[in-house]
């Protein structure tokens, strides 16, 4: 998926619904997730800074994987709603923290 072929307001949808997805794996793997933020789709700083921390979040997930309190097979099959795994999420808030950056 090229993001950068899309207008800023759906980026920053799409970051939307990705800090959602984030935090529902978080929950789903039994890990603490900081309380969430309102965030308005039109405020790019904001949306930026919140996929941001949601991708320092699931680092810090996936971290715990090689460390003690979760189970890697747990990281790899543990699916949101839409199918996604953690891995998937990861990588695709990564790139859109690159994409945003390349923006400015």
């Given at each position: 998926?090229?993001?950068?072929?899309?207008t800023p307001e759906q980026l920053n949808r799409y970051g939307v619904i990705l800090v959602a997805?984030?935090?529902e794996l978080a929950e789903k793997l039994g890990q603490p997730v900081p309380p969430a933020k309102d965030?308005?789709?039109k405020d790019r700083a904001g949306v930026e800074d919140?996929?941001?921390e949601a991708h320092e979040l699931l680092a810090d997930v996936r971290m715990k994987v090689w460390g003690d309190g979760l189970?890697?097979?747990a990281?790899?099959?543990t699916k949101i709603d839409d199918g996604r795994t953690g891995e998937e999420i990861f990588e695709r808030l990564g790139d859109l923290i690159h994409d945003f950056s390349r923006m400015t």
């Amino acid at each position: 998926m090229n993001t950068l072929q899309r207008t800023p307001e759906q980026l920053n949808r799409y970051g939307v619904i990705l800090v959602a997805q984030a935090r529902e794996l978080a929950e789903k793997l039994g890990q603490p997730v900081p309380p969430a933020k309102d965030l308005d789709n039109k405020d790019r700083a904001g949306v930026e800074d919140a996929v941001s921390e949601a991708h320092e979040l699931l680092a810090d997930v996936r971290m715990k994987v090689w460390g003690d309190g979760l189970d890697p097979v747990a990281w790899e099959r543990t699916k949101i709603d839409d199918g996604r795994t953690g891995e998937e999420i990861f990588e695709r808030l990564g790139d859109l923290i690159h994409d945003f950056s390349r923006m400015t």
